[in-house]
Antibody, heavy 129, light 107 residues
């Protein structure tokens, strides 16, 4: 059974870089996209970005300039780095497996649509001076 | 981004009640809608995807319906373990976005 375990620093100062990782056990990274999300009282649930096993990424435009999502296939892990954090980045951060569904248009082009069927346990990250 | 609006914010109900939660999208999202259940201190749990498909392992008392801009999640007979906050998520177009949640509490 696939399980996702996440870890990373929970207390940061403004301007620090947030760094979190997720390890997937009982299965492979291949064949899926893997996402990062966060949840704060002020903004609710927010999708941050995603990566697949080859390193292909998609990012939320609101965070793109500060965001790096990477994959380590040898360790079956993927990671999040968010630079120049502020108090607004205080949240519970989750990693999750995408449940991808595909829609094919008349030209055979595939559009991917993702919900999230497996989640890590969450990491509380607080940004405070 | 597509805005998702859930109503009500809080719903009080009794065990055995039929409960209906609503989610509205700011534009057409076809059937690309998911519902999640979240209990305090836990990660969200996928209940419904593609508006009406029941995720594996989810009790059949949960059902979803709708398309376009208006969707509902129905719990046919509320159980004590269903007390939680429920979120909808659109995945018609990037960036995927969530509603603000409906908290289901016991009357």
């Amino acid at each position: 059974q696939v399980q996702i375990q996440q870890w990373g620093a929970g207390l940061l100062k403004p301007s620090d870089t947030l760094s979190l990782s997720c390890a997937v056990s009982g299965g492979s990274l291949s064949g899926y996209f893997w996402s990062w999300l966060r949840q704060s009282p002020g903004k609710g649930l927010e999708w941050i970005g995603e990566i697949d096993h080859s390193g292909s990424t998609n990012y939320n435009p609101s965070l793109k300039s500060r965001l790096t999502v990477s994959v380590d296939r040898s360790k079956n892990q993927f990671s999040l780095k968010l630079s120049s954090v502020t108090a607004a980045d205080t949240a519970v951060y989750y990693c999750a497996r995408d449940l991808s569904e595909y829609f094919y248009d008349n030209n055979g082009y595939a559009y991917r649509h993702d919900s999230f069927d497996m989640w890590g346990q969450g990491t509380m990250v607080t940004v405070s001076s | 981004d597509i805005q998702m609006t859930q109503s009500p914010s809080t719903l009080s109900a009794s065990v055995g009640d039929r409960v209906t939660l609503t989610c509205r999208a700011s534009q057409n999202i076809n059937s690309w809608l998911a519902w999640f259940q979240q209990k305090p201190g836990k990660a969200p749990r996928l209940l419904i995807y593609k508006a009406s498909s029941l995720q594996s392992g989810v009790p059949s008392r949960f059902s979803g319906s709708g398309s376009g801009t208006e969707f509902t999640l129905t719990i046919s007979s509320l159980q004590p373990e269903d007390l939680a906050t429920y979120y909808c998520q659109q995945y018609n177009s990037y960036s995927w976005t969530f509603g603000q949640g409906t908290k289901v509490e016991m009357k």
